[in-house]
């Protein structure tokens, strides 16, 4: 009898301890955070850690980029600290909305299918998907592709668009697909050795990793014929109160100079969106 009443207590403290991660868990994703952060100090940011130049792992293991740059200097405003986890980039939205994480930010393009699923903060920077190929395969332009290999990463912005067939490429490219990579560098590997013959990749991605490899000159970067795209950052939707401080903060750091120090670090320019210089004035 006392052996039967040990097991009915487990069972009971193990039902309950399940049932308050459960609620645990729900009270995250479906509330307004923000007073957590500021109290916990402390905040958990989503990224694809092989996404050059806005956020990536160096070979020290170091996270450095863009995006940690501006993230970092945005949470500075707030004294709240970042814990980068590095993701599946396929499945961020539900890491986002599992509670697993509290923000995507990495190049993460604003998308009506992604309004659907995130909060997005204000866009801060412009974006365009393009093609890239080699200069020795004679594909200059887009109808070249025709019955060619497309590569493209699994979850991108540009695969989505290219799913929707809002440019000729599905059309024409071998078996109206693409091949679905884990990463861009993946894809980047199988674009030199000939496995595939185009590469839809973000402009800046291809950008800084041609130059980087010193090997810009052998490449084609061909407009795709998509709509140019800018990156935001992605929230819970309850978390209104965390986007607007995102918000805030990208406006008072353009005031201050400190958005474009790290736009200049990163590609020689000013970067910024209309919103936030708007936002700044």
């Known amino acids: ?23 645990s868990s729900e009270s995250t994703t479906k509330s307004d955070n923000w007073s957590r952060y500021e109290s916990e100090k402390s905040i958990t940011i989503g990224f694809d850690k092989t996404f050059v130049p806005m956020g990536f792992e160096e070979t ?19 004294d709240i600290s970042i814990k980068w986890q590095p993701i599946d980039w396929d499945l961020k ?15 993460y393009s604003v998308t ?58 599905k059309d024409i490219v071998q078996g109206n697909d693409a091949s679905q990579y884990a990463t861009f560098n993946e894809a980047l590997i199988d674009l030199k050795n000939d496995r595939i013959d185009g590469l ?9 990793y041609l130059q980087q490899e010193g090997v810009i ?13 800018a990156f935001g950052v992605g929230a819970r939707k309850a978390d ?21 120090e790290i736009s200049q670090k990163w590609f020689g320019e000013d970067v910024a969106t209309d919103a936030v210089k708007v936002g700044a004035n």
Not at 13 to 18: I, N
Not at 241 to 250: E, P, R, S, W
Not at 251 to 260: C, D, I, P, T, V
């Open 60 to 78: 020290n293991g170091e996270y450095v980029g863009f995006d940690i740059d501006l993230a970092t200097a945005v949470f500075d405003t707030y």
């Open 112 to 169: 009506d299918e992604r309004k659907e699923k995130v909060l997005f903060t204000n866009e801060y920077m412009d974006n365009q998907q393009v093609l890239v190929t080699k200069k020795s395969s004679n594909i200059s332009q887009v109808s070249d592709m025709k019955d060619k290999i497309l590569g493209a990463q699994a979850g991108s912005s540009g695969y989505s668009v290219f799913e929707a067939q809002t440019s000729i490429l």
């Open 93 to 107: 939205e539900t890491e986002l909305n599992n509670g697993n994480i509290d923000l995507i930010w990495n190049g």
């Open 1 to 23: 009898m006392k052996m039967k009443k040990f097991f009915l207590g487990a069972a009971t403290l193990v039902t309950s301890l399940a049932l308050a991660a459960c609620g």
């Open 240 to 260: 209104q109160t965390l986007v607007a401080n995102i918000n805030k903060a990208f406006s008072a750091l353009y005031q201050e100079g400190r958005f474009q």
């Open 217 to 229: 000159a052998d490449y084609n970067i061909i407009d795709a014929g998509f709509a140019n795209e």
């Open 200 to 208: 839809l990749i973000d402009r800046v991605y291809a950008n800084y």
